[in-house]
């Protein structure tokens, strides 16, 4: 949960800080669904990011505590992927309000501000 509100946090502040870049591509033809791809393309890069950071200090936090706990972390390693995939999941949903938000931007009001 702590993953998913920041992740819609920076997401936010990012569509909210280019509104006008958002704009300015709907005024030039981007349809919404290129708008929404771009979004979540954003977010789901920072998740990958964080899970990969996640995932390599974690197991060198073990190997650094122990060398027998690295081979139970590799046993469970199951357990991890699943949890990879519930932060992915989470992490998509999260993406969804501010990339639903950045594909509804008008383009003429928009405009009309610069």
């Known amino acids: 949960m702590l993953a998913a509100a920041g992740i ?4 936010s502040g990012s569509v909210a800080e280019r509104t ?3 704009g300015v591509r709907a005024a030039l033809g981007a349809s919404r669904t290129n ?3 771009l979004v979540l393309r954003q977010g789901m890069t920072l998740t990958a990011l964080g899970v990969a950071l996640g995932l390599g200090g974690a197991a060198a936090a073990t190997q650094a505590i122990r060398h027998d706990a690295l081979r ?5 390693s199951g357990d991890v992927r699943w ?3 519930a932060v992915a999941g989470v992490s998509a949903i999260a993406c969804a ?3 639903w938000r950045a ?3 008008d383009p003429a009001s928009t405009l009309r501000a610069e």
């Open 83 to 85: 949890r990879d995939r």
């Open 8 to 11: 819609y946090g920076v997401l």
């Open 72 to 76: 139970h972390f590799t046993s469970r």
């Open 97 to 99: 309000t501010p990339a």
């Open 103 to 105: 594909a509804r931007v």
């Open 35 to 37: 708008i929404l791809a």
């Open 20 to 22: 006008r870049e958002i």
